[in-house]
């Protein structure tokens, strides 16, 4: 085998030609190794690549009670450099106390209702037990007082407070009843009589008269006297007692 540069022609004929072709087959040998050393080396790369462990999976570690070594796939738990030790209890922070005093509530009084006011029935014309029986119904406390009156005896005449008067549960009512015994009168009519004849009409039908007036007109002297009119009008029915009034004009 002939040395690279030379030729059939003898080594003295072309020296440039065999310099020229012995840097040509350096530069290709040197292009093959780096050729080899790329691949070689990507082939290396991308295994280790595949079969190294993923830096973002955990490794199973067992870690000692003393903290002194860790042996791998030995404990369920992790090893994340940046994880809290399992034998450490995380603190919890507590709350602080309100620096703020709870006030205490306070319960008002509360007002009691105004009584319930109940308007006094109408018992005018019923007898003194059945008004006194609906006056209690209602509420009331019942006093009585006998009057004389023109109706029936033992009837009740009038109340006070008048019935529809409205008021609270348990006061009073007074019953004003007819007196037993009392009867009605009639007054007279009196027209073209003397005034010593109309007292003796009066005075017999029950009636009274004013005792001044009385006193005066009973002597004969006012006997020209003519009468005028009375009061009540004649007619008019009045209790038995009732004073009445008479005029006359005398002159």
């Known amino acids: 085998m002939r040395p690279i540069g030379h030729s059939r022609y003898g080594s003295g004929r072309l020296p440039g030609i065999g310099r020229a072709v012995g840097a040509a087959g350096l530069l290709l040998a040197l292009s093959v190794a780096v050729g080899c050393a790329d691949g070689g080396g990507g082939k290396t790369a991308g295994a280790a690549a595949s079969t190294a462990p993923s830096t973002s999976e955990s490794v199973p570690v067992t870690v000692s009670p003393g903290g002194q070594g860790a042996s791998p796939g030995t404990a369920p738990s992790t090893w994340p450099a940046s994880a809290a030790s399992p034998s450490r209890t995380p603190k919890s922070t507590p709350t602080p106390l309100s620096s703020a005093k709870a006030t205490p509530a306070t319960t008002r009084p509360t007002a009691a209702p105004p009584p319930q ?16 029986a609906r006056l209690t119904a209602a509420g009331f406390t019942v006093a009585r007082t006998d009057v004389v009156s023109t109706r029936p005896a033992g009837s009740v005449t009038a109340t006070n407070p008048a019935s529809g008067t409205q008021l609270p549960g348990g006061a009073k009512v007074t019953v004003s009843v007819a007196k037993p015994g009392a009867t009605q009168a009639t007054m007279p009519d009196l027209r073209g009589s003397r005034p010593r004849d109309a007292i003796t009409a009066v005075e017999a039908a029950g009636l ?28 008019t029915a009045v209790a038995r007692g009732t004073q009445v009034s008479l005029q006359y004009g005398c002159g």
Do not use: E, I, K, M
């Open 117 to 132: 006011r109940v308007p006094v029935p109408d018992v005018v014309g019923a007898t003194y037990d059945q008004a006194a």
């Open 208 to 235: 009274t008269l004013d005792p001044v007036w009385r006193a005066t007109y009973v002597d004969p002297y006012w006997d020209n006297c003519r009468f005028l009119y009375s009061t009540p009008p004649a007619g």
